[in-house]
């Protein structure tokens, strides 16, 4: 689904940091959306989480940087994380170019899925508006893009 001209696959979950998640079985793999990436402008640094570290929702796991600014990244789920995506450590050009792919940052082990229900799915309207309103508070930077 788009919203505005941003993509946001509907298999996917959101968060209000612009953070996106699927779910296979147990494990969320979490990355960053596109929308996140062009208000970035260019990720040029990502710290890589470490594997077996427990994270909290909600709580900063990992951070990453553009030319401008350094963004803290949450956890979209409670759990243990047991892949992280060490290629970006040497490359960030993933999150820049396909960040629904191989841009993932890191895969989690929930440890309730209940915590779900605290994400959106892109045909909710809570999270429609809420796009719409981040697209007219960024529009001066992403117009430049």
Not at 64 to 91: F, P, Q
Request: charged share 30%; hydrophobic share 40%.
């Amino acid at each position: 689904m788009n919203i505005g001209k941003y993509e946001f696959p509907d298999e996917l979950y959101y968060d209000k940091n612009h953070g996106w998640a699927l779910v296979e079985g147990n494990t969320l793999t979490q990355g960053v959306s596109d929308f996140a990436q062009k208000i970035s402008k260019e990720i040029v640094y990502v710290e890589v989480p470490r594997v077996g570290r427990e994270v909290e929702q909600g709580k900063t796991f990992m951070s990453m940087e553009s030319g401008k600014w350094v963004g803290r990244i949450a956890a979209m789920v409670s759990g243990k994380i047991v892949e992280a995506n060490e290629e970006l450590e040497w490359d960030v050009a993933p999150i820049n170019e396909e960040p629904f792919s191989g841009g993932w940052l890191a895969k989690i082990e929930a440890s309730d899925l209940g915590e779900l229900d605290n994400l959106f799915k892109a045909s909710d309207a809570e999270f429609q508006a809420f796009i719409e309103s981040e697209i007219e508070k960024y529009k001066g930077i992403i117009e430049e893009a």
